[in-house]
């Protein structure tokens, strides 16, 4: 059976988009790696809404609820569990689950992949109990786990304070919170507060939790400007130092670390989309027409794998991305589809009206983005920047010539851990802006597959 729409993530973008496909009748299938729908935002939102693990997660995780509902009504067909590893024009995708493969056909993609943490390398950061605050989040989310001693948390963004909220209700406790916004963020943040306050429950939100985490008692050390993570077989310390020259060393054994999200991007690099390079966000987004269509015909792009703008707006993108993907399989008409979209393109303007605001604020500082030479940038391979920077000087590569000299990117994880780093080696090293640098040539396969599963493509039984 061939689909019309294939919608790879189950998140707020591709529920979205699936309700509203449904509407037009268009045969609908959506891949999602989870066991169930909600995507990172909304994990597991079907057990434990109801739960009190629901309440603790807050008003924002519980939003999800009516959003799956919705996507279990619709008729779409779902199928979780599945990693899309491979997807050929045309289209075939290529997925795997339980050690088996399978391929599916359809005349549009829609990749609501979503976001990924924005990669922190500093010195020690590969030591086991140095976590990313969304592994902490996940870890709440899917079985109400906390550390069991107090913790240190490094970083900036808003996922920071709310999972420090979240943390703290759920019974865990905090040792303190290295804030690593640089000094002076807030006043070039206040020009673009104006237009912010359209999107004022936004807003308050992040004021409630930074109010909630001053009445805590939470430590919170400002301006940091350089972490360490110190120790043998884990972390045992942690190492710090503020803009003002303070230092401290401090003992540990949990560090959880953030500096913001960005767009998971590598299938749609995989695909061949266009890119271009947003300085606002620090990242590569996918150029995009007006209903989220890509440079490569009929593969859309919906949620924050189109760009940063939160869970309201990757919903209202999913919303819009539907329409245009009933005008190019001829079940809506242009016009139709533009009046439908009129009010999703409404509120979506008032979503990303708040987001200058955040990312002015925000904005990583600019350490993380050139570590020191010691510092190992790509984990699979272990390689150091120190080994990047001697390989700028050869004729000014690209990463594409990095990823050939040293194995960069050739691991497990795709460059998914490395790439932005080693593009901003090299833009610094070789005086070149990050979006001339470029980022790698992503391949299939874009998960790991093994020989066993590839080879269960060629049994009927395993490819109905």
């Known amino acids: ?43 597991d939102i079907e057990t434990v809404a109801a739960t009190e693990r629901g309440k603790i997660l807050g008003a924002a995780y519980l939003e999800g609820r009516p959003a799956a509902e919705a996507f279990r009504a619709s008729g779409a067909a779902y199928e979780p569990g599945w990693q899309i590893w491979q997807i050929e024009p045309g289209f075939r995708a290529y997925m795997t689950k339980a050690g088996k493969a399978r391929v599916i056909e359809a005349r549009t993609i829609l990749l609501a992949i979503g976001a990924q943490e924005r990669p922190v390398p500093f010195r020690g950061w590969t030591l086991p109990g140095v976590l990313t605050v969304g592994a902490g989040q996940i870890l709440l989310k899917n079985a109400g786990q906390v550390p069991a001693e107090p913790v240190w948390l490094a970083g900036s963004g808003p996922l920071m304070l709310l999972y420090m909220t979240q943390l703290l209700k759920a019974g865990g406790k905090i040792a303190g919170y290295l804030d690593t916004s640089p000094p002076g963020r807030l006043a070039p943040a206040l020009r673009h507060f104006p237009g912010a306050l359209r999107g004022a429950g936004d807003l308050l ?45 401090i003992q540990t ?13 590598h299938a749609a690099l995989a695909l061949g989309c266009a890119m271009r390079w947003r300085d606002d966000q620090d990242c590569f987004v996918p150029n ?17 794998g189109a760009g940063i703008a939160g869970a309201k707006a990757a919903a209202l993108r999913g919303e819009i991305a539907a329409l245009g993907i009933a005008i190019k399989l001829e079940r809506l008409s242009p016009e139709a589809a533009a009046a439908s979209a009129k009010r999703a393109r409404a509120k979506l303007n008032r979503q990303m009206a708040l987001r200058p605001f955040l990312d002015t604020l925000f904005r990583p500082r600019e350490a993380i983005f050139v570590p020191s030479d010691e510092t190992i940038v790509c984990r699979c391979e272990e ?54 640098v470029g980022f790698y040539r992503v391949r299939p396969p874009l998960k790991p597959v093994t020989i066993g599963e590839l080879a269960s493509l060629v049994d009927p039984a395993a490819n109905p």
């Open 383 to 436: 390689l150091t920047a120190g080994e990047i920077r001697t390989k700028a000087c050869l004729g000014s590569p690209g990463p594409n010539q990095v990823k050939a000299f040293t194995r960069a990117g050739m691991g497990p994880c795709q460059g998914r851990q490395c790439g932005y780093t080693v593009t901003r080696i090299l833009a610094a090293a070789e005086g070149r802006p990050a979006a001339e």
């Open 288 to 304: 995009l027409d007006p209903w989220g269509e890509s440079s490569q015909t009929n593969v859309f792009i919906a949620g924050d």
């Open 1 to 43: 059976m061939t689909f019309d729409l294939l919608i790879i993530g189950a998140g707020p973008a591709g529920m979205a988009a699936a309700v509203m496909s449904r509407r037009f009748g268009l045969s609908v299938l959506v891949i999602d790696e989870q066991p169930g729908p909600g995507g990172q935002i909304w994990r």
């Open 253 to 265: 054994r949990t560090l959880l670390v953030h500096e913001g999200i960005i767009p998971n991007v």
């Open 205 to 249: 939100k992040g004021l409630a939790w930074t109010i909630a985490l001053r009445i805590s008692g939470v430590r919170r050390i400002k301006h940091v400007t350089d972490v360490e993570a110190l120790g043998g077989e884990r972390v045992e310390a942690i190492r710090y130092r503020t803009a003002s020259g303070n230092e401290e060393t």
